[in-house]
């Protein structure tokens, strides 16, 4: 059985065809991960462990919003009604029941 090998010409039409889709799906990947790396970092700041950067109150979970593009979370701190909003549930409040 001999394996069919391509041409130095079939070589360069797909590395022409492929190496452009490649090189597209690398970047949307890449740049999917950056906003998620980038969403989830805001969100940590924004929740601070559950804890109300104004006021040292705890943040509650007060209501999911729907958009476009998914649900967002809205925390409300305890004490000085200070609202968050961010993309991941989370539902680790210290504040308790
Ligand atoms: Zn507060």
Redesign the pocket.
């Known amino acids: 059985m001999k394996k069919k090998r391509m041409s130095p010409a079939q070589v360069e039409m797909f590395v022409i065809d492929i190496l452009p889709l490649l090189i597209t799906i690398i970047l949307v990947i890449s740049l999917v991960v950056g906003l998620t790396v980038y969403f989830k970092h805001s969100d940590e700041v924004k929740f601070n462990n559950g804890i ?1 950067p ?4 705890y943040f509650m979970f007060y209501q999911a919003v729907g958009h476009m593009y998914g649900t967002s979370y809205v925390y409300k ?1 305890t ?4 609202c968050i909003e961010i993309t991941e549930f989370r539902d680790e409040t210290i504040g308790g029941s």
Request: charge should be neutral; charged fraction near 20%.
């Open positions: 109300c104004k006021c040292g109150g701190c004490h000085c009604e200070n």
